[in-house]
């Protein structure tokens, strides 16, 4: 455990979002923005069948349009040496074999792009776009996942082969058991920034990009190995990043294809994708059924968890998530089955979405909970904490730490839950039904590898440097708060350069680890550049140094905004242009690598998240009066950014729980809803006042700040949370998200 | 590319003389509608005539009726003092529809002559008969949720979009155009049609007739109006049904009383039946129940949208109660 015990000073002043103001006045620059000559502009073509071969394809007017510079195709196309090899050029790597972009004449899915047409302007690709004439043979596509249930299968590899722990489907020979279906639409990520790239070769074998990606290394490597380069010749920028909620996870084929068209006509090339484009190309939450089997003893005692979950993948890859895992470590029970299916469809492959299968996986769990502590005449609060699990029952070690009992408390509080009632319909306020609901989230508390470079400079500024990026979470902020915790400073001396792959390696940003990660290298570099100073201190000569002392250590030194004094006596100091210029140093530079060990602990954040909604039952109109969210995630090292992720989490819960549903035209095999207007996030006037509390203590192990990871439990569990308090209020169960007033009155 | 002439005319005579002269021009206004559809490949005009500088911004009395130019702009309308004390329904629909940001842009006329959002006929890889005669309609077994319940037909079974027009269809308002045939005046209900075998016609102009304004007759109204639109979110979202209901009390009895519907069929649709019930009766639940089975004749579901069989009963005793204060 640390030494400096961080983070232990009670009230610290919040630091506010550092760039805040350059991402609200325009001054950030995301992928599509940067201004470099002679950018040539590209759009893609996608097919408008969902299964079948390219018959023909007629380019010539497209290529006789005026400005145009090239179309690519499949007949045309270079060849892309990670394409021919078979090995598979993405990262990270999923089963099967990812979509080869023009690679030969095979159409798997509606809008799977056939050809890039790249002109001098955007107004004039777009148009030429629309002169591409292709035909196709059509065969019989497949994008209707209640059909198709009985094709589902075991993902490959031994991760997802069904778990099992005491007696199989134990549930059902329990004295009190439920069994229930819960289903999730398809919802697509939607961040406000469209999936972006700026390609540029410098030479045959380099290439930098500007692309949206949430992380640069391993946009890198794909881009290395699927165009045979070293990697030290790809550089890949992503210093901004405007929303992605998994989007960016892994290098799409359109990012392949924007550097493949900037080859071809030896220019800049820049591509943006279409709102539409987003809904084909870019992956999605994938729809999920699942089963849910419970089994409790008459007094409330869990005996048996059965969690079954069928996604949809692609035709092609095998895009698999932790959607059943929380079933086995959740509750302290006995007899645990999970499995996990995939059925392939003709769309494109799934990628992690907000929370991720966890989110997914939690909508059932706990809806089923509420279910059976209601059955068992339970308050579902008393019913949880009848089965917490005091150690991980699944991997059978203690925890790092465990405050869920904390947030059930601090939450109930906050919400008025005493106000409820175990009946449904028990409240009414004229024509509206009021209900309170609860939903427990938790996710993995994982720390990666991450290398920070600090340089104190004699100006007194320190700046850090990580390939990280930030989506919005607020990494820099986050980072900048640990270094000047930990160097005295205050935050407007340190500057932080982030999302190039010109700097200190650091996480993809994903899976609620950065702060863990990221945070604990700032932590550790900033530590070893106070030993630093501290050995520059002890020379001979400086005012440290003494007839009688020949060393002093850090723990003898205050650090602050200007230099280093001595703790016992503050009138010896030295500022820090000062100790650089005797020492000859233009600036002191540390490069640091972190990477947490393994441990005989288990470590997951927890979240629980109450809605109290008022129903009008014979319209159908749902009114989310109050959300609070509670969260154990550690120590919470920069408030007002968590606090907002802690925010976002919740809106994007009533997005899934209340709206946001992908429609397909099965005859077709495409969606019909893909713009925004018609696929519906919350605007604000859909969201309450959103109380946010952490119960903000250290967990010992994970990292020096005693932090846990936040992003995915923001979200896992809001969904539940709602439709429990449907239930509540009306006292029906709706099993199919999204809980729209049709549902509601067909209930 | 496909290029367009653009041209700006200042009196309501030039636009109409250019655009007469012109066979594939069109008009253009605040352009909410119209440039989507040009950007979807929907309508490709090769010339688009401006408007907006056209002298037709006013809101004003004439006379008892409240006069509304056409190119007034839905905030505008939906702020008006004048609007919200006269017609509070009118100002009451205008605010649930669109988002502030294009009710800052879109005017009356454009409101009026806006195209449906069925995705069907937005999306030009598929069907539809309103897009392309003779395509067939891609709603009809389609996803048709949003879709009408009321004087559809086979070849379309498409939605007006809008919420002003609710109102307008209530308060008995009149459109006022002016044409190559000279000036006349539409009353509201016959303003937009029903598809029937023609629904690429959305309303009945002729061409070359351009709207001047509208007008509504002064009404005793005002205490006890609503304007009800049931969605999937709070804004920024078509109704799935949305109910205009206008009820003049004279003590606990309805001396007269309006009701019209949005969001099932192909024209705002006014509910003469219902209104002829609750005309001298009191003004009850169970009076606004029968009301609303009246109002429901009639009505047909084509699968995804029958819930709205039950929705609009009961948004219309809802809308009832709301504006007589019973809610």
Redesign the interface.
């Known amino acids: 455990m640390d030494q400096h015990h961080f983070f232990d000073a009670p009230e610290r002043d919040p630091i506010d979002r550092v760039d805040g103001r350059a991402k609200v006045t325009g001054g950030a620059t995301y992928s599509a923005e940067y201004k470099i000559q002679n950018t040539a502009y590209g759009f893609l073509v996608g097919s408008t069948v969902a299964k079948g071969r390219i018959k023909a394809i007629d380019t010539k007017s497209a290529e006789r349009a005026p400005g145009v510079l090239a179309v690519i195709t499949h007949l045309n196309a270079p060849k892309i040496p990670g394409y021919q090899t078979g090995k598979d050029p993405s990262k990270p790597q999923t089963g099967g074999q990812p979509l080869r972009v023009f690679y030969n004449d095979e159409i798997f899915y509606y809008d799977q792009p056939i050809a890039l047409v790249i002109a001098d302007t955007y107004e004039r690709v777009l148009h030429a776009a629309k002169l591409v004439k292709a035909q196709f043979e059509k065969a019989a596509h497949q994008t209707d996942m209640e059909a198709n249930l009985a094709k589902a299968k075991i993902p490959t590899g031994p991760r997802f082969e069904d778990y099992k722990r005491g007696e199989l489907d134990a549930y059902k020979n329990a004295p009190v058991k439920l069994e229930q279906q819960y289903n999730h639409p398809v919802e697509v990520h939607n961040p406000m920034e469209l999936g972006s790239i700026i390609a540029r070769w410098e030479g045959a074998d380099k290439v930098t990009v500007y692309t949206k990606t949430q992380g640069v290394g391993s946009t890198q490597n794909s881009i290395r190995d699927a165009f045979g380069l070293k990697a030290e010749n790809v550089t890949v920028h992503a210093e901004h990043i405007g929303g992605a909620f998994g989007m960016a996870l892994r290098t799409w084929p359109y990012e392949i294809a924007a550097i493949m068209g900037a080859q071809k006509i030896g220019r800049p090339l820049k591509l943006m994708l279409h709102r539409e484009q987003m809904f084909t190309n870019v992956g999605y939450r994938p729809e999920t059924v699942q089963k849910i089997g419970l089994g409790a003893t008459a007094d409330g005692k869990l005996t048996a968890i059965t969690h079954e979950a069928t996604a949809n993948t692609s035709p092609y890859e095998e895009f698999t998530e932790a959607t059943v895992n929380i079933s086995r470590f959740l509750y302290a029970c006995s007899n645990v089955t999970t499995r996990y299916r995939l059925v392939p469809l003709n769309v494109c492959t799934p990628i992690w979405m907000r929370g991720p299968g966890e989110a997914t996986g939690c909508f059932a769990l706990e809806s089923a909970m509420d279910e059976l502590a209601f059955a068992l005449n339970l308050d579902p609060i008393e019913f949880r904490i009848r089965n917490h699990a005091d150690t991980d029952p699944e991997r059978n070690l203690p925890w790092s730490s465990k405050f869920l009992k904390e947030c059930y408390e601090l939450g109930s509080d906050r919400i008025g839950w005493k106000d409820r009632k175990l009946q449904p319909r028990a409240r009414q306020e004229g024509d509206w039904l009021v209900g309170y609901g609860m939903g427990t989230g938790s996710f993995g508390a994982f720390r990666g590898s991450a290398t920070v470079k600090a340089i104190l400079q004699r100006d007194n500024k320190l700046v850090l440097q990580c390939s990280v990026n930030d989506m919005g979470p607020g990494t820099a902020t986050m980072m900048t708060t640990i270094a000047s915790e930990q160097m005295g400073m205050p935050p407007k001396q340190i500057a932080v350069q982030m999302g190039s792959t010109g700097l200190p390696p650091g996480p993809t940003q994903g899976g609620s680890m950065v702060t863990s990660t990221v945070g604990a290298a700032v932590h550790d570099v900033c530590a070893a550049l106070k030993e630093q100073l501290a050995a520059l201190a002890s020379k001979e000569g400086s005012p440290f140094h003494t007839a009688n002392v020949h060393e002093v250590k850090v723990d003898d030194l205050v650090f602050s905004e200007t230099g280093l004094s001595l703790k016992r006596d503050g009138s010896v100091k030295i500022s820090y242009a000062d100790l650089l210029q005797r020492n000859s140093l233009p600036a002191l530079e540390l490069t640091k690598e972190s990477r947490g060990q393994n441990q005989p602990y288990s470590s997951y954040s927890y979240s629980v998240h109450f809605v109290k909604l008022r129903v009008h039952p014979p319209t159908g109109r749902i009114k989310i009066d109050h959300i609070v969210s509670c969260a154990d995630a550690g120590t919470i090292v920069s408030p007002k950014t968590a606090e907002s992720q802690m925010i976002g989490g919740a809106v994007g819960g009533v997005g899934m729980a209340l709206m946001e549903a992908v429609v397909m035209d099965h005859r077709f095999g495409r969606p019909i809803n893909n713009n925004l207007a018609d696929y519906h996030v919350p605007v604000n006037a859909d969201i309450p006042k959103v109380d946010v509390l952490f119960v903000n203590k250290k967990d010992p192990y994970t990292n020096p700040m005693g932090s846990k990871g936040l992003g995915e439990i923001a979200i896992i569990g809001v969904a539940p949370a709602v439709a429990n308090a449907v239930f509540n209020a009306t006292g029906k169960r709706i099993r199919s998200l999204p809980i729209t007033p049709d549902k509601v009155m067909e209930a | 590319?496909?290029n367009f002439e653009y041209i700006r005319v200042a009196t309501a005579k030039a636009a109409v003389d250019a655009l007469v002269k012109d066979g594939v021009a069109q008009w253009i206004a605040g352009g909410t509608n119209l440039v989507d559809l040009m950007k979807k490949?929907v309508t490709a005009p090769q010339k688009l005539i401006d408007i907006n500088n056209l002298a037709l911004k006013e809101i004003k009395k004439e006379g008892s009726k409240l006069r509304i130019g056409a190119l007034a702009l839905n905030s505008a309308v939906a702020d008006s003092e004048l609007v919200q004390k006269e017609q509070p329904l009118l100002a009451q629909a205008l605010q649930a529809g669109a988002s502030q940001q294009i009710r800052n842009m879109a005017t009356v006329g454009g409101n009026m002559m806006q195209r449906t959002?069925c995705?069907?006929f937005y999306?030009t890889?598929?069907p539809c008969n309103k897009r392309q005669p003779g395509q067939g309609c891609?709603a009809l077994?389609?996803?048709n949720?949003m879709h009408a319940i009321f004087g559809a037909s086979d070849k379309c079974i498409a939605v007006h979009p809008s919420d002003m027009c609710v109102a307008l269809a209530a308060l008995d308002a009149t459109v006022q155009v002016t044409g190559p045939k000279g000036s006349r005046s539409i009353p509201f209900l016959s303003f937009h049609r029903l598809p029937g075998e023609l629904p690429q016609k959305d309303n009945t102009l002729e061409r070359g007739e351009l709207i001047t304004g509208i007008e509504i007759p002064q009404n005793a109204f005002a205490k006890s109006t609503h304007y009800?639109k049931?969605?999937?979110?709070?804004?920024?979202?078509?109704a799935?049904v949305s109910v205009a209901a206008a009820v003049d009390m004279q003590r606990n009895a309805i001396r007269d009383v309006r009701l019209a519907m949005g969001g099932v069929a192909h024209k705002p649709w006014r509910l003469t039946a219902a209104e002829n019930f609750l005309k001298g009766k009191e003004a009850t639940e169970a009076n606004f129940g029968q009301a609303a089975q009246l109002a429901i004749q009639g009505a047909k579901g084509y699968g995804h949208n029958n819930?709205k069989l039950?929705?609009a009963p009961?948004?219309i005793?809802?809308a009832l109660?709301t504006a007589v204060g019973k809610?």
Request: glycine share 8%.
């Open positions: 590319m496909i490949g959002r995705p069907y999306n890889d598929m891609g077994k389609g996803y949720r009800l049931v969605r999937d979110r709070s804004s920024y979202a078509f799935l819930f039950k929705l009961n948004a005793v809802e109660k809610s």
